[in-house]
């Protein structure tokens, strides 16, 4: 294992046992990094997890729980706490993505989502905000998406979700920098995960099409983004909306 600034360093993430959290914490445990994974119910995928680090020397728990419950969130920040101490940097990237045209959405779906990727990105920001304040030191990275930033027919609901966690992003960022806190939004495009196959082969065709780079990411190259935005690398950079999608969207200089 080599080290780093995240050397010895508490990472919680969120969605931590599948995809682009899966990847960070692989990243940030082989730079030294205590890694907290949180997961909603797949624990066969959790165990794996938390196998792959520690066997290679990494230190690891996994940590089960509903981010989008205040409860459960403040649950898991507590069990995080139990195992390696004071929490350095949460990445929230647990959400989900419902994918129905515009006429079709329901006030169930609509709440689902919203449950899920901005009630919880709410309550995992403000379980370890109060801590972060007091020690005056903490890296927050949330993950959004590009449909955050485009009009997606079809993803009514997971749009305007995402769209609502860059703008909490900026704001908590404005109003915790003195406290020596950073906060940055992470925006991937396509990226090869289980939830990209929620869209239609034909769909990935017509992305794929649509991106300079002729490709849809890879949960590393995400990792790496979000490693980035979580360490001193990135000091100068607070309140930011990180687009990583092979060039399919491009924010205005």
């Given at each position: 294992?080599?080290?780093?600034?995240?050397?010895?360093?508490?990472?919680?993430?969120?969605?931590?046992?599948?995809g682009?959290?899966?990847?960070?914490?692989?990243?940030?445990?082989?730079?030294?990094?205590?890694?907290?994974?949180?997961?909603?119910?797949?624990?066969?995928?959790?165990?794996?997890?938390?196998?792959?680090?520690?066997?290679?020397?990494?230190?690891?728990?996994?940590?089960?729980?509903?981010?989008?419950?205040?409860?459960?969130?403040?649950?898991?920040?507590?069990?995080?706490?139990?195992a390696?101490?004071?929490?350095?940097?949460?990445?929230?990237?647990?959400?989900?993505?419902?994918?129905?045209?515009?006429?079709?959405?329901?006030?169930?779906?609509?709440?689902?989502?919203?449950?899920?990727n901005?009630d919880?990105?709410?309550?995992?920001?403000?379980?370890?905000?109060?801590?972060?304040?007091?020690?005056?030191?903490?890296?927050i990275?949330?993950?959004?998406?590009?449909?955050?930033?485009?009009?997606?027919?079809?993803?009514?609901?997971?749009?305007?979700?995402?769209?609502?966690?860059?703008?909490?992003?900026?704001?908590?960022?404005?109003?915790?920098?003195?406290?020596?806190?950073?906060?940055?939004?992470?925006?991937?495009?396509?990226?090869?995960t289980?939830?990209?196959?929620t869209?239609?082969?034909?769909?990935?065709?017509?992305?794929?099409?649509?991106?300079?780079?002729?490709?849809?990411?890879?949960?590393?190259?995400?990792?790496?983004?979000?490693?980035?935005?979580?360490?001193?690398?990135?000091?100068?950079?607070?309140?930011?909306?990180?687009?990583?999608?092979?060039?399919?969207?491009m924010?205005?200089?």
């Amino acid at each position: 294992m080599t080290t780093s600034d995240f050397s010895g360093k508490t990472v919680l993430i969120t969605g931590g046992t599948r995809g682009i959290g899966k990847a960070a914490a692989i990243r940030l445990a082989s730079e030294g990094a205590n890694i907290a994974a949180n997961y909603f119910s797949r624990h066969e995928d959790a165990a794996q997890t938390q196998a792959e680090i520690e066997q290679a020397g990494g230190r690891c728990v996994t940590i089960a729980g509903d981010v989008s419950q205040p409860d459960q969130a403040q649950q898991i920040v507590d069990q995080t706490r139990e195992a390696f101490g004071p929490i350095d940097m949460l990445m929230h990237s647990a959400g989900i993505s419902i994918v129905e045209h515009a006429t079709d959405v329901t006030w169930e779906t609509w709440k689902q989502t919203m449950a899920v990727n901005l009630d919880g990105t709410f309550n995992m920001i403000y379980a370890v905000k109060d801590e972060m304040i007091e020690r005056q030191f903490g890296r927050i990275v949330t993950v959004s998406s590009i449909a955050a930033l485009r009009e997606r027919e079809n993803q009514v609901h997971y749009s305007a979700s995402k769209a609502a966690v860059i703008a909490m992003t900026r704001c908590c960022a404005q109003g915790w920098g003195r406290h020596n806190i950073r906060l940055n939004c992470l925006c991937p495009g396509l990226t090869e995960t289980e939830m990209a196959h929620t869209l239609s082969p034909e769909v990935h065709k017509t992305i794929i099409d649509a991106t300079p780079i002729g490709r849809i990411g890879t949960a590393d190259e995400l990792a790496s983004v979000a490693r980035f935005l979580l360490s001193e690398e990135s000091s100068y950079m607070t309140g930011q909306t990180v687009v990583a999608s092979g060039g399919r969207v491009m924010l205005p200089g």
